[in-house]
């Protein structure tokens, strides 16, 4: 009895220890199970006869956020509303997916307006469990002529769009917006300040994907060493998150930038460790694979090949 008593609150304190590490394992566990898997779906279309087939894949791969074309000509909002509802079901947000390189021309400002205004109506009319959670853009400005030529013309006016695009996105909504942007752009820098692009759209964005199209996690030019400097600086101003972005869709750029040639099971495995390496991070919130269709062809060619 007197050992008992004499070593009682050591085993107490041994007993709080070790159910303070199970929680703690529990909370790590449940952040990373909340880490966000997304995808892009770019041809809408699909979605008025494979919307079934989709969202049985989203659940297979454990996606839980995919953005979705806006194509407002070519498909009508009730299918819109079908695939949004069914996709909540699953447990599944979906963003409103638009975006073109002319879009970071101040001049070509109604096609972001129409974008802004489609999603606003839609999201009026639809009921509450068939409403898109955000608006998506993938702009790449560098894709245009004027990128080399009048760089920082092109940064100001683009940075100008974004800006009109959060400011009206955001009047009487409770709609996210994020972006697609190059692992690169933290090399860009706002025009007549020291401040680097990556930072200013962390800053505005709610979260930005990061197109970090690499064929290994670690390593001498790895994903995590092209996105570990603007999750850093994401990490210290404590605002917006990162979700990194790989592809699997063949590219002319060589097989280093695609996980094309690797497949889906080697993805997988890459994307666990990006995850566990950054797992320290807030800011990190996970992986976005490109896209869709490439990825579901890839699985269909392992499953033959295998």
């Known amino acids: 009895m007197r050992a008992l008593r004499k070593y009682g609150p050591l085993w107490a304190g041994v007993a709080l220890l070790v159910a303070a590490s199970i ?31 989709m969202i049985d894949f989203a659940r297979q791969n454990e996606i839980n956020l995919i953005y979705l074309h806006i194509e407002p000509t070519a498909v009508a909002p009730h299918t819109y509303r079908s695939f949004v509802r069914k996709a909540g079901q699953a447990g599944i947000l979906v963003e409103a997916l638009g975006g073109d390189p002319n879009w970071a021309l101040t001049k070509n400002r109604q096609s972001i307006d129409e974008l802004i205004s489609w999603v606003k109506a839609y999201n009026k009319q639809a009921k509450a469990n068939e409403r898109f959670s955000g608006i998506h853009v993938d702009i790449e400005p560098y894709l245009l002529p004027d990128w080399k030529e009048s760089r920082q013309e092109v940064v100001r006016e683009w940075l100008k769009n974004v800006t009109y695009l959060v400011a009206e996105t955001k009047k009487d909504t409770d709609l996210t917006v994020s972006a697609d942007l190059p692992f690169w752009i933290d090399s860009v820098s706002v025009p007549g300040s020291e401040e680097k692009v990556s930072n200013w759209m962390v800053e505005r964005l709610d979260s930005i994907t990061l197109m970090a199209y690499r064929n290994r996690a670690e390593g001498n030019n790895g994903i995590v060493e092209l996105v570990k400097k603007i999750v850093a600086d994401a990490n210290s101003r404590k605002k917006g998150s990162v979700i990194v972005g790989v592809n699997i869709m063949e590219s002319a750029e060589g097989a280093h930038v695609s996980f094309f040639a690797d497949g889906p099971t080697e993805m997988k495995n890459q994307l666990v460790i990006l995850q566990e390496v950054l797992s320290d991070n807030p800011a990190f919130a996970g992986s976005a694979i490109h896209d869709y269709e490439s990825w579901k062809q890839s699985i269909e060619a392992n499953e033959r090949s295998s």
């Open 23 to 53: 929680l703690m394992l529990t909370l790590a566990n449940q952040t990373r199970q909340a880490l966000t898997t997304a995808t892009w779906i770019w041809d809408a279309k699909q979605i008025e006869t494979q919307t079934d087939e």
